[in-house]
């Protein structure tokens, strides 16, 4: 990819393209982590003498067009908080008229964030003529938002080439320290994934799987595997349709996959449910496994010991309810005590929450702000935004 240093940005207009599709609450910012994300790129573009900055994201799947609660709104005073300066948020949609001449009007050294670019409705479909009118706002393009990457968008792909454009840090970051994972990754090489849905995770398992020495699988995608084997999973999540997949990958890598031994099982998927310790093969009818359990955890946490690249993705369990979020904090805390000793990598929404409640956010040596975008490049994907910067 072309980085920033490579594109001419002094005294021109840069439009930027973030991942500002972050949590909203009752219009309020939850979780800022991509928004933090995005100052080295704004601050390195007003360093090296940009006019302007121009930032554009999507927020949320609108579909009709503009709509209240897409609006990006919320996400300036964030912003601008973050960045310790004022943000010009342009209200409008992002390729009209209006917001050119705002764009326009913008003092020199302003930075501003444009209207949720998917209220036009070109934007999914990277129609052309969105693609002109989007480049109209600038006079070099940088894409940052690595949470994006995997869409071929107007705002993403499309734009792109019709500036001069180069990644932005958090884009070159991402692909550098997800890349680590894929080639030249220093063993031991231990993967936990978890998360309820093994189709969810299919590709990324079965890219990895050749790469890595151990594969610690956790969550509800586990009981699809352990049925997959004869276990007794009781009322627990699975996916029928995967388990001939399932049986297939544990004959094939059975050396490489742990699966739980022992679960913390519930007669109620609920905060306040009862629990009991069973075999994670001989789960009572009536009731479902909803974390890991205690030798499970010690089994997981051995594994990872002298590992020299980790990378973690999905809880293990359904940690929302405190009563079954110890699984998913153990290996938290387990990934976290690596420092200094393994190349560690958290990615996906739930994990990267975990990490952050499980106050070890600061000993990972990379957590991606991209859910999907991050898989696809683990399932060796080309992702459209990547090869837009190449
Ligand atoms: C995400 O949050 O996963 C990204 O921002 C992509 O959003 P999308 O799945 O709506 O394209
Ligand atoms: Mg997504």
Same mark, same amino acid.
């Given at each position: ?8 940005? +002094? ?14 609450? #009752? ?61 010009? !948020? ?28 998917? !209220? @036009? ?10 693609? /002109? ?62 998360? %309820? ?31 997959? &084997? /004869? ?12 388990? #001939? ?19 913390? %099982? ?13 075999? @994670? ?6 009731? +479902? ?13 051995? %594994? ?36 200094? &000793? %393994? ?18 956010? #600061? &000993? ?27």
């Amino acid at each position: 990819m072309q980085n920033l240093s490579q594109l001419d940005v +002094q005294g021109k207009r840069v439009l930027v393209r973030v991942d500002y599709n972050v949590p909203v609450k #009752d219009g309020l910012v939850q979780d800022d982590t991509r928004v933090t994300a995005s100052l080295p790129t704004i601050n390195a573009l007003l360093d090296a003498g940009a006019r302007n900055v121009i930032l554009m994201s999507h927020f949320g799947r609108p579909k009709n067009g503009p709509e209240e609660k897409y609006s990006l709104k919320p996400v300036a005073p964030v912003l601008e908080k973050a960045l310790g300066r004022p943000v010009t !948020f342009i209200a409008g949609t992002a390729d009209s008229d209006e917001t050119l001449a705002a764009v326009e009007a913008l003092p020199e050294g302003a930075v501003a964030l444009l209207e949720n670019v998917r !209220f @036009s409705a070109g934007e999914e479909k990277n129609e052309e003529g969105l693609n /002109g009118r989007l480049a109209r706002l600038g006079d070099a393009f940088v894409l940052d938002a690595f949470g994006s990457a995997h869409r071929a968008h107007s705002s993403v792909s499309g734009v792109a080439a019709q500036l001069p454009h180069a990644a932005g840090t958090l884009l070159q970051t991402e692909v550098d320290a997800l890349g680590r994972l894929l080639d030249g990754a220093e063993r031991p090489y231990v993967v936990i994934i978890g998360g %309820a849905k093994v189709s969810d995770k299919i590709k990324v398992i079965e890219n990895l799987l050749p790469r890595v020495d151990k594969l610690l699988i956790g969550g509800g995608m586990a009981y699809t595997f352990i049925k997959s &084997q /004869g276990g007794k999973i009781g009322d627990s999540i699975h996916e029928d349709d995967q388990l #001939d997949l399932a049986a297939r990958l544990l004959r094939e890598y059975g050396d490489k996959i742990m699966l739980p031994v022992d679960v913390i %099982a519930a007669d109620a998927f609920s905060a306040d449910a009862n629990t009991q310790v069973v075999a @994670s093969n001989a789960i009572p009818d009536g009731w +479902q496994g909803l974390d890991a359990g205690p030798e499970t955890v010690r089994l997981y946490s051995e %594994a990872l010991k002298g590992a020299k690249t980790v990378f973690w993705n999905g809880p293990l369990g359904v940690f929302e309810f405190e009563k079954f979020a110890g699984g998913t904090n153990a290996v938290a805390a387990a990934v976290g005590s690596l420092k200094n &000793q %393994a190349y560690t990598v958290v990615g996906g929404g739930d994990s990267v929450s975990a990490i952050n409640r499980s106050g070890k956010a #600061d &000993q990972i040596d990379h957590i991606s702000t991209g859910g999907g975008a991050s898989l696809e490049l683990l399932e060796g994907k080309a992702l459209p935004g990547v090869e837009a910067m190449k």
